[in-house]
């Protein structure tokens, strides 16, 4: 009798055990090896303030006729090189090279603790032009890569041959209405992330309607929760919100002097720390049907193409749309 509770107590264990492994099945590791990515993957090394990284990033050539022209496509804060996709297929359909960089600190990149900001950011994806023989590229912005576009523009406005601005943030000061938190606060709070929170915050700040698709973006961006590694993601994407909440770029569009389009969704209403705002302050911000335009009028000669219906990511909510409003753009 008593091998036989032994027996069934070992059973139990193991079981339990392995329910928990499946459950982790989803496990990532924060700089991505195990998330496939539609074209391959390279690397550019970088020394910064004593530390060897690099930036990964896709380098895709056109599948038809080349026109000789090169987009660069910068990503938002919650993602990476892995969602552009669609519009990668779409450039390099007709005849455009494409350079998509996970920016050091996301995706594939390495992930240091070091001072960031986008001023360095922008500088190494210059440098990565540079080392890839390009001498000027149209640079696509969604979200935070919206602000690093715009920095990138500034510093290099013969570099750039145009600002296209995909529902970026920091058409705003989130200093003037956002309370200020530490950067080892926002730590304590990025510890926090599941799958739960990730996908409540997608649904209710992203998307118009949420579809079974947009589950992949969660399954990314939860995953790395499960690592060994993860709190080393959560300093960092605490790091990445101090730059975004330190570093506006607002007071400058009116320095541009590059062609600029944006396009907006109209439903958007993402705010960088909005969840330390309440219900009633958050209406009063983060309203992208009044503040594309706003930044229209900012950002000499630039046109605004604005999309019904539609949340922060048009290039995933309405892919369509969203591309032909792009090619018609460039």
């Not at 032009?129 to 696509?140: E, F, R, T």
């Not at 929760?225 to 400058?252: C, G, H, L, W």
């Not at 944006?262 to 209403?269: P, S, W």
């Not at 209406?283 to 930044?295: I, N, V, W």
Request: with cysteine; charged share 20%; aromatic share 12%.
């Amino acid at each position: 009798m008593f091998i036989k509770r032994i027996t069934l107590a070992l059973f139990v264990i193991c079981t339990s055990t392995l329910a928990v492994l499946a459950q982790k099945t989803d496990t990532l590791s924060i700089t991505l090896e195990n998330v496939p990515y539609a074209y391959p993957v390279k690397y550019f090394p970088i020394s910064v303030e004593g530390q060897d990284v690099r930036m990964a990033y896709m380098d895709v050539a056109p599948t038809q006729l080349s026109n000789g022209r090169t987009v660069m496509l910068f990503h938002g804060k919650n993602f990476a090189g892995y969602y552009w996709s669609g519009v990668i297929k779409s450039l390099t359909s007709r005849g455009f090279r494409v350079i998509v960089p996970d920016q050091i600190g996301f995706g594939k990149s390495s992930k240091p603790f070091i001072h960031y900001s986008f001023h360095q950011m922008a500088a190494w994806n210059k440098a990565l032009l540079d080392a890839l023989g390009i001498q000027k590229a149209s640079v696509l912005g969604h979200s935070m890569g919206g602000m690093l576009a715009t920095r990138f523009a500034l510093m290099y406005p013969e570099h750039t041959e145009k600002l296209l601005l995909e529902n970026p943030i920091g058409l705003e000061d989130y200093r003037r209405f956002v309370p200020y938190v530490s950067t080892e606060q926002q730590y304590s709070n990025e510890l926090k992330a599941t799958a739960e929170s990730v996908r409540k915050y997608y649904q209710n700040s992203y998307f118009t309607v949420w579809k079974p698709e947009y589950e992949e973006l969660v399954r990314i961006a939860a995953g790395v929760t499960n690592s060994a590694d993860f709190p080393r993601a959560a300093k960092v994407a605490a790091m990445t919100y101090t730059m975004i909440y330190e570093q506006p770029v607002v007071y400058e569009f009116i320095n541009v002097r590059v062609p600029t389009v944006l396009f907006i969704g109209k439903e958007d209403k993402t705010i960088v720390g909005k969840g330390f705002l309440s219900p009633d302050q958050q209406a009063l911000y983060g309203q992208y049907r009044f503040l594309g335009k706003q930044t229209a009028t900012k950002i000499p000669g630039a046109k605004i193409i604005e999309f019904d219906g539609c949340g922060h990511i048009p290039h995933i909510e309405i892919p369509a749309e969203f591309g032909v409003a792009l090619l018609g753009s460039l």
